[in-house]
Nanobody, 128 residues
Framework: QVQLVESGGGLVQAGGSLRLSCAAS????????MGWFRQAPGKEREFVSA????????KYADSVKGRFTISRDNAGNTVYLQMNSLKPEDTAVYYC?????????????????????WGQGTQVTVSS
C-alpha cells in the first residue's frame, strides 16, 4: 500500500523549533522530487520547500528561507523539514507530497499541480 505519513508537528512557542518527517512506503519514492506545503485555516495550500530525488537541489518559499531546511535520507524514503525560529504565521497543517510524474527529474516544483500524491498532514501551531 502506497503511503506518505507526516509526523513531528505540535505546539511550540515563537522562536522555537520543530522537525517534521515524511515517511514514504509502498513505492519508489526515492526516485521522486518531494515537497512540503502548508495550509492555514481559510487559506489555500502554499508551497514551503522541495527537494530533488537525489537531494542535490532544493527550493524554499521566501517566507521560510533561512529558517527552514529540507533534507532526505540516503535511501530517499524519508524527507525532513527542520523548522527553526518559528513564527505564529507558520501555523498551518503541513503536508508532504511526491512528484511521481517525472522520476529522476532535476525539477523541484513549486505548485500544487506538480505533485500527485499527498500525505495526510500534520498540525503545526506556533504560539505568541
Amino acid at each position: 500500500q502506497v503511503q506518505l505519513v507526516e509526523s513531528g508537528g505540535g505546539l511550540v512557542q515563537a522562536g522555537g523549533s520543530l522537525r517534521l518527517s515524511c515517511a514514504a512506503s509502498g513505492g519508489t519514492f526515492r526516485s521522486y522530487a518531494m515537497g512540503w506545503f502548508r495550509q492555514a485555516p481559510g487559506k489555500e495550500r502554499e508551497f514551503v520547500s522541495a527537494i530533488t530525488w537525489r537531494g542535490g537541489r532544493t527550493k524554499y518559499a521566501d517566507s521560510v528561507k533561512g529558517r527552514f531546511t529540507i533534507s532526505r535520507d540516503n535511501a530517499g524514503n524519508t524527507v525532513y523539514l527542520q523548522m527553526n525560529s518559528l513564527k505564529p504565521e507558520d501555523t498551518a497543517v503541513y503536508y508532504c507530497a511526491a512528484d511521481r510524474t517525472r522520476p529522476y527529474s532535476p525539477v523541484v516544483g513549486e505548485t500544487r499541480e506538480e505533485y500527485d500524491y499527498w500525505g495526510q498532514g500534520t498540525q503545526v501551531t506556533v504560539s505568541s
